[in-house]
């Protein structure tokens, strides 16, 4: 440890330049321009509105349906991956090591894929003519049941389910590495002392894991509720809007429908919502980690 | 032990169980790579067979088209060109940050690590949107400029933090050592930091190449015809109302296998990188 002031900030300098002008300036502008209507291109004749735009999203239907969509989407999603890639991880401790790693090696895989690539696979596989998911549903008579991307009712679970296949994977890498620094002695001491399987995971696993998890959650849940590329792929918030998360629906009335004012607004709103949520949980992880 | 067959077939029950599991999870998430990887070497006609068959003529068609009549070889070089330089520029500029927020003594260095994590909280959308408009304010939309600067600011913050962690874990003497040796803190720097930190380093500029490899939201809004990126390309084919699925298929299996082989040589490292330090592998 030494003091090199100069230097230091010579060197911290060009890290804070990229985030200030990746960052730091658009969000500024972002916040600048939700206060005026106008559309791309024409920032000249933008008409100052103040706050109109966030008393619109207020009582926007739409625009308070992508927010439920959004929370339902990021509670869907991420209950069942951690379910699934916990749940995995215990096994996979439990088995031989050299299985595991390379078992771990497949099952990570899904996580190196592109999004708009994972859309493409589940789009092929949900396709109602053609797909996999209805043969395989077919052997159990489900397949008139399910609605796939097509019925408003199922497209958010069919979506959240490729996010599952898609995010599972960071979960249970995560988990692992969380599990592997549980030393066996307690689990020897609590065999000993006559606990079950049941009873070593719920009163040495589950409370030993809890920082990481609270890690997982966060990263998982803050990614979930930004989800944009997965649904882009598979449904492009359809049908009937019934998959129209709030990154999706800013995008749609900025590119598509060219209200930039209105929708900066609700991307500020997305990440407002965003800060509300997960900034406690946030504070709690990483504060004390330095 | 009282009931030696009892227990014994109860043992095996269960790992009988476990296998299945394992088996059924491996087919869950290998299944659908395997299914788009067969379907890139298919012919129209059996791409359309239910269920897929795994006995066909094998053929090379799909990725002449996606190559040659579908720009891919192109959207391949600028993928490359902007993961590259902007994996580059996180792990450079990322390294000397780490390096000065942890051996320098910086007032304030924890709060200006926290700061860079508040990144990780802004949605895509956000950034997205404003710098768009700004960027076609200056005139560089449509050029790599939009994708490398994004590419950057949003891998910058996990970078600084896997190699915080790593210079941390260094023994502290070493750099005291060279300290007391008569090497300068920049010295010190680059004969003995760098080159422990280097897996670090390795880690860090896969994960954050891969991620740029794979972005879609910045790469299909800041590019143009001649910038567009893997992903780009095939979010065109996937966005029109009937898909091409054999060309798209040989697209997406070009783009995900180069990740998927380098990910099996950086496996130890995605917890860590992933979370930013905050769970060690």
Redesign the interface.
């Known amino acids: 440890?030494?003091?090199?002031?100069y230097?230091?900030?010579f060197?911290?300098l060009?890290?804070?330049t990229?985030?200030i002008?990746?960052?730091l300036?658009?969000?500024g502008?972002?916040l600048v321009?939700s206060l005026f209507d106008y559309k791309?291109?024409s920032?000249t004749s933008a008409t100052f509105v103040f706050l109109k735009n966030y008393v619109r999203f207020l009582q926007d239907p739409l625009a308070i349906k992508s927010l439920v969509i959004t929370l339902a989407f990021t509670g869907l999603a991420l209950s069942l991956e951690l379910l699934l890639g916990v749940g995995?991880a215990v096994?996979?401790r439990?088995?031989p090591e050299r299985w595991a790693?390379i078992?771990?090696?497949?099952?990570?895989?899904?996580?190196?894929?592109?999004?708009?690539?994972v859309?493409?696979?589940?789009?092929?596989?949900y396709d109602p003519?053609?797909g996999?998911v209805y043969?395989v549903l077919s052997w159990f008579g489900l397949d008139s049941v399910f609605g796939g991307l097509e019925k408003p009712g199922w497209a958010l679970f069919s979506v959240a389910i490729a996010d599952v296949?898609e995010t599972t994977?960071?979960v249970l890498?995560?988990a692992?590495?969380?599990l592997a620094?549980i030393p066996k002695e307690l689990y020897e001491a609590a065999r000993i002392d006559g606990a079950n399987a049941l009873y070593s995971l719920m009163r040495i696993t589950l409370p030993l894991l809890k920082k990481?998890l609270l890690?997982?959650i966060i990263?998982r849940g803050?990614d979930a509720?930004?989800v944009?590329?997965i649904i882009?792929?598979l449904t492009?918030g359809g049908p009937g809007n019934s998959t129209l998360s709030?990154?999706i629906y800013?995008?749609q009335k900025?590119?598509d429908q060219y209200e930039?004012g209105y929708?900066?607004t609700i991307?500020?709103m997305?990440?407002a919502a965003?800060?509300v949520v997960?900034?406690p949980l946030?504070k709690k992880?990483?504060?004390r980690?330095? | 032990m009282k009931h030696p067959k009892n227990l014994d077939f109860k043992k095996w029950l269960v790992n009988l169980l476990?296998i299945i599991?394992?088996a059924l999870?491996?087919l869950?998430?290998?299944g659908?790579?395997l299914?788009?990887i067969l379907?890139s070497l298919k012919n129209q006609k059996d791409?359309?067979?239910?269920?897929?068959t795994f006995i066909f003529r094998l053929t090379l068609d799909n990725y002449s088209r996606a190559l040659v009549a579908g720009d891919f070889a192109r959207y391949f070089v600028n993928s490359a060109f902007v993961a590259l330089v902007s994996s580059l520029?996180s792990v450079g500029?990322?390294t000397?940050?780490a390096?000065?927020?942890v051996?320098?003594?910086?007032?304030f260095?924890?709060l200006?690590?926290?700061l860079?994590?508040l990144?990780?909280?802004?949605?895509?959308?956000?950034?997205?949107?404003?710098?768009?408009?700004?960027l076609?304010?200056v005139g560089l939309l449509g050029t790599f400029v939009g994708p490398i600067?994004?590419h950057?600011?949003i891998n910058?913050p996990f970078v600084?933090w896997l190699i915080m962690g790593f210079i941390r874990d260094l023994p502290?003497d070493l750099e005291a050592a060279a300290?007391v040796d008569g090497c300068t803190?920049?010295q010190a720097f680059w004969k003995i930091v760098v080159p422990l930190v280097l897996p670090g380093l390795a880690a860090s500029m896969i994960l954050s190449a891969?991620f740029s490899?794979?972005?879609?939201?910045f790469a299909l809004?800041l590019t143009n015809l001649d910038t567009y990126t893997?992903?780009v390309g095939?979010?065109k084919?996937?966005?029109s109302i009937s898909?091409d699925?054999g060309k798209?298929?040989a697209a997406?299996t070009l783009?995900?296998v180069p990740?998927?082989i380098?990910?099996?040589f950086i496996?130890k490292y995605?917890?860590?990188g992933?979370?930013?330090g905050?769970?060690?592998?």
Do not use: H
């Open positions: 440890m030494i003091r090199r002031p230097l230091a900030m060197l911290i060009p890290a804070v990229v985030v002008f990746a960052m300036i658009p969000l502008y972002g321009m791309i291109g920032e995995m096994l996979l439990s088995i790693r078992l771990g090696a497949f099952y990570s895989m899904p996580l190196l894929v592109s999004p708009i690539i859309g493409l696979i589940w789009r092929y596989m003519t053609f996999v043969y296949w994977p960071f890498i995560v692992s590495a969380g620094n990481v890690v997982v990263i803050t509720f930004r944009f590329d882009y792929a492009g709030l990154s800013a995008f900025g590119f930039m929708a900066m991307s500020i997305t990440m965003l800060v997960f900034a946030m992880s990483y504060g980690s330095l | 476990k599991a394992l999870f491996l869950w998430t290998i659908p790579i299914l788009v379907t791409i359309f067979t239910v269920p897929p520029l500029l990322g000397f940050c390096y000065a927020l051996s320098l003594r910086v007032r260095a924890s200006i690590a926290q860079f994590l990144g990780k909280l802004v949605p895509a959308i956000t950034m997205l949107l404003p710098l768009f408009a700004l076609n304010m600067l994004a950057t600011a910058l600084i502290e300290l803190a920049m891969q490899w794979n972005e879609l939201v809004q893997l992903p095939i979010s084919f996937v966005g898909v699925w798209s298929s997406a783009t995900m990740m998927i380098i990910g099996c496996q995605i917890a860590k992933t979370t930013g905050a769970v060690k592998g």
